[in-house]
Nanobody, 123 residues
Framework: QLVESGGGLVQPGGSLRLSCRGS????????VAWYRQAPGKEREGVSC????????YYADSAKGRFTISRDNARNTVYLQMNSLKPEDSAVYYC??????????????????WGQGTQVTVSS
């Protein structure tokens, strides 16, 4: 089970940190990704962190503004989002899979999904 938290309303240029907490399995052993879906748009991959080595991957829209990290002691993966823009508004989901392969492009990626947390960027 994955549980997201940390969403909310923030002004343009502001920051939020999303959390994805694992329950029942260790997140450090799997790849964990953040996806988002805005109303009327397809779901898109935002960032992914691998299980082994902890390599991080970002969509072009997230590069330079978002940082993915993990805290193994808390069994949690974070997404630090800075310089937020109105177009970042969406429901953000975390997902986990055995491998990073296919994240962001494979619609079937992800063996476990969270319930989502709403991020709204507006003045």
């Amino acid at each position: 089970q994955l549980v997201e938290s940390g969403g909310g309303l923030v002004q343009p240029g502001g920051s939020l940190r999303l959390s994805c907490r694992g329950s029942g399995f260790r997140l450090e052993n799997v790849a964990v990704a953040w996806y988002r879906q805005a109303p009327g748009k397809e779901r898109e991959g935002v960032s992914c962190i691998s299980g082994i080595g902890g390599g991080a991957y970002y969509a072009d829209s997230a590069k330079g503004r978002f940082t993915i990290s993990r805290d193994n002691a808390r069994n949690t993966v974070y997404l630090q989002m800075n310089s937020l823009k109105p177009e970042d508004s969406a429901v953000y989901y975390c997902a986990a899979a055995e491998s990073v392969m296919g994240w962001g492009v494979d619609v079937g990626w992800g063996d476990y999904w969270g319930q989502g947390t709403q991020v709204t960027v507006s003045s």
